[in-house]
């Protein structure tokens, strides 16, 4: 987590939450207990708006206040902001609730459900919750099932860390920026300022003041057509032995951009594409071997069969397919451990590894 710096969260288990994958490609299969109980029982992250939805160490709260005063200035959702205007008593009252105790929205005693106005059906007790948290004035936890249980803040974030001074908005952008550039090595400046999503001219005003205060290095990389940044402290790996798949919201696929210009891997989440239209599949996990992006395998976990079903498997043009199978049942059989299954099993047709690749792995033991 120091390295990476954020998860980013999403509501979608097809495989399993994306949370837990980044530190399963980086370490292997773990208990995904761990990670619940580091962000959400021993309170040593938190839940923020950064990268989207993310989990963040706990002690860069003071750097996200910028953005929570943002937020009560107007500068969020306009949906947020009409109800945050339009019912400020009612908003009052649900945060007096919170106070009482840690509560999800439909513990409300008047979650006011409505259907049709701002975002489908979610109650305007779940839309004050949520307004509360962008100004920060409560903090999220989840319970089983991924559901949102909101607490005061203070009861989230330590006393000490709560009493720092807050930093100017530019002191906690040139952090956040900096942050990025030691998780990231070298980048352009957009993907440096992409990362924390901070506001695209000011985050380029960051980079820029960085250059100055010489902790970045303006370089050129080999085939970019862009000016990039390496970090004064960026380490050159001598070699990496991956063999693993990703998540779609992992930082090394996350920015396309990028993915695209280090390893020429053109890269699209198809979840809300039409199925008649997709090329790759639902939720297509890149395929890691060594430093280079070789495959993709649109997977899905079946527990109540206890398998993962692989439904395509498709290998990067460039890449023998010969050499990427091995490397594909190896981090199929990880994954299969990793969400808590027996194995794995081709449910499919589609790509040119699914024919080779066997119809099942187990995992032993």
Not at 27 to 45: F, I, S
Not at 192 to 213: C, F, I, Q, S, T
């Amino acid at each position: 987590m120091d390295r990476v710096g954020l998860l980013q969260l999403d509501s979608v288990p097809v495989v399993i939450r994306t949370q837990y994958l980044p530190l399963f490609s980086r370490l292997g299969p773990y208990d995904p207990g761990l990670l619940d109980r580091v962000a959400y029982r021993d309170d040593e992250w938190f839940e923020a708006w950064c990268h989207e939805a993310s989990l963040l160490p706990i002690e860069n709260e003071p750097l996200l206040r910028w953005h929570k005063a943002r937020c009560r200035q107007g500068q969020t959702w306009s949906g947020l902001v009409a109800l945050a205007r339009d019912e400020p008593r009612y908003i009052a009252e649900v945060l007096e609730q919170v106070r009482e105790r840690p509560l999800v929205a439909g513990d409300l005693r008047n979650p006011r459900p409505q259907t049709g106005q701002w975002w489908g059906s979610r109650s305007i007790g779940s839309l004050a919750l949520d307004w509360l948290f962008r100004i920060g004035e409560v903090g999220i936890r989840r319970r089983p099932g991924f559901a949102k249980e909101f607490d005061l803040l203070e009861r989230i974030v330590p006393a000490p860390i709560l009493a720092q001074p807050t930093p100017s908005e530019a002191d906690a952008q040139r952090t956040l920026v900096e942050q990025a550039a030691r998780s990231l090595g070298v980048a352009t400046a957009a993907e440096l300022v992409d990362y924390h999503r901070l506001p695209k001219r000011e985050g380029k005003d960051r980079v820029e003041e960085l250059v100055e205060a010489q902790q970045l290095i303006p370089v050129s990389v080999q085939g970019w057509d862009r000016e990039a940044f390496l970090h004064i402290d960026a380490a050159r790996v001598r070699s990496i032995s991956a063999c693993t798949v990703l998540s779609p919201f992992d930082p090394v696929v996350w920015h396309r951009d990028r993915a695209r210009r280090l390893f020429g891997f053109d890269y699209r989440l198809e979840i809300y594409i039409p199925e008649a239209r997709r090329v790759h599949g639902y939720y297509v996990l890149p395929l890691l071997l060594g430093d280079q992006l070789v495959g993709r395998i649109d997977a899905k976990t079946d527990r109540s069969a206890g398998v993962l079903r692989v439904q395509a498997a498709f290998s990067e043009p460039g890449h023998d397919p010969a050499t990427v199978l091995d490397g594909c049942r190896a981090a199929l059989s990880d994954l299969a451990q990793m969400v808590g299954v027996q194995g794995w099993m081709v449910d499919g047709d589609r790509g040119d590894l699914l024919p080779r690749l066997g119809r099942t792995g187990r995992l032993i033991g």
